[in-house]
């Protein structure tokens, strides 16, 4: 059984940069979908970026501008770039890659954004 894990995650002021990744531990096949959500305290879990299959991405508003994603295929890893943090930004952020058969979500890091 394949496995997401997530690193990268911290705490940082606001304004600062932090790069999530998120590694598979073993080959994945006929992905149509990777993303990033988070989920703050309180709050449902909300959609950050996705990148889809053929090189798309979409982006929640609240991120846009500040938050890229990214893959590298050869390393099985997904990134995400974020940048001028702010306080809101404040979540755990998991990882998900859906397939034509499979919904794989990853055990989520921690970002704590501080004023």
């Known amino acids: 059984q394949v496995q997401l894990v997530e690193s990268g995650g911290g705490l940082v002021q606001a304004g600062g940069s932090l790069r999530l990744s998120c590694a598979a531990s073993g080959s994945i096949f006929s992905i149509n979908e990777q993303a990033w959500y988070r989920q703050a305290p309180g709050k449902q879990r909300e959609l950050v970026a996705r990148?889809?299959?053929?090189?798309?991405?979409n982006y929640a508003d609240s991120v846009k501008g500040r938050f890229t994603i990214s893959r590298d295929n050869a390393k099985n890893t997904v990134y995400l770039q974020m940048n001028s943090l702010k306080p809101e930004d404040t979540a755990v952020y998991y990882c998900?890659?859906?397939?034509?058969?499979?919904?794989?979500w990853g055990q989520g890091t921690q970002v704590t954004v501080s004023s």
């Open positions: 998900r890659t859906i397939t034509t058969r499979m919904d794989y």
């Open positions: 990148l889809i299959s053929v090189g798309s991405t």
